[in-house]
T-cell receptor, first 115, second 112 residues
Framework: DTEVTQTPKHLVMGMTNKKSLKCEQHMGHRAMYWYKQKAKKPPELMFVYSYEKLSINESVPSRFSPECPNSSLLNLHLHALQPEDSALYLC??????????????FGPGTRLTVT | GQNIDQPTEMTATEGAIVQINCTYQTSGFNGLFWYQQHAGEAPTFLSYNVLDGLEEKGRFSSFLSRSKGYSYLLLKELQMKDSASYLCAVRDSDTGRRALTFGSGTRLQVQP
């Protein structure tokens, strides 16, 4: 099983709403990632969790709040977003964060629209 | 910091061979990855290089020269389904940061 699942697939939210994106993997991977991807742009790293601890925060605004409840789950809590936050949010996982062959497997993404 | 360059677009003919180049400048290097991304879908892993040389996987091969900061992805026997964006990504080892930084991607259009 090399699947990373994400829910929901699509999300429309207002600027005052609070919502959460969910990501799950059952490959025993110990590193999980959130990326943001705008149209026709490459994925941009937001957060990295390694062994359930936040190891990288790429200066992401506090209106995005990640959470890793256990080694299989990764959430991204959203609050008071701006229209420019509309994008595809990708979750990925890998066995670790370094070493040979630690490729990242991506989920299908959540397409977020902020109105 | 990192700087990754790839051509923006390429066009090739079904059945042909195409080479997509990637140059990078990093303060630390811990591997280079190639991903394929179809429009509206997630990136899928194609190949990984950390040592100099060629890695072959079926119709896809990837080459790395660390001294030149250069990699290429070679696609043989092109098929229409190979029309996609190809992303070069570098993992750096600076100060414990081992996440991927992606290039802007190369949009490949395969024509009949």
């Amino acid at each position: 099983d090399t699947e990373v699942t994400q829910t929901p697939k699509h999300l429309v939210m207002g600027m005052t709403n609070k919502k959460s994106l969910k990501c799950e993997q059952h490959m025993g991977h110990r590193a999980m990632y959130w990326y943001k991807q705008k149209a026709k742009k490459p994925p941009e790293l937001m957060f990295v969790y390694s062994y359930e601890k936040l190891s990288i925060n790429e200066s992401v605004p506090s209106r995005f709040s990640p959470e890793c409840p256990n080694s299989s789950l990764l959430n991204l809590h959203l609050h008071a977003l701006q229209p420019e936050d509309s994008a595809l949010y990708l979750c990925a996982s890998s066995q670790g964060v370094s070493g040979r062959g630690y490729e990242q497997y991506f989920g299908p993404g959540t397409r977020l629209t902020v109105t | 910091g990192q700087n990754i360059d790839q051509p923006t677009e390429m066009t090739a003919t079904e059945g042909a061979i195409v080479q997509i180049n990637c140059t990078y400048q990093t303060s630390g290097f811990n591997g280079l990855f190639w991903y394929q991304q179809h429009a509206g879908e997630a990136p899928t892993f194609l190949s990984y290089n950390v040592l100099d040389g060629l890695e072959e996987k079926g119709r896809f091969s990837s080459f790395l020269s660390r001294s030149k900061g250069y990699s290429y992805l070679l696609l043989k026997e092109l098929q229409m389904k190979d029309s996609a964006s190809y992303l070069c990504a570098v993992r750096d080892s600076d100060t414990g940061r081992r996440a991927l930084t992606f290039g802007s991607g190369t949009r490949l259009q395969v024509q009949p």
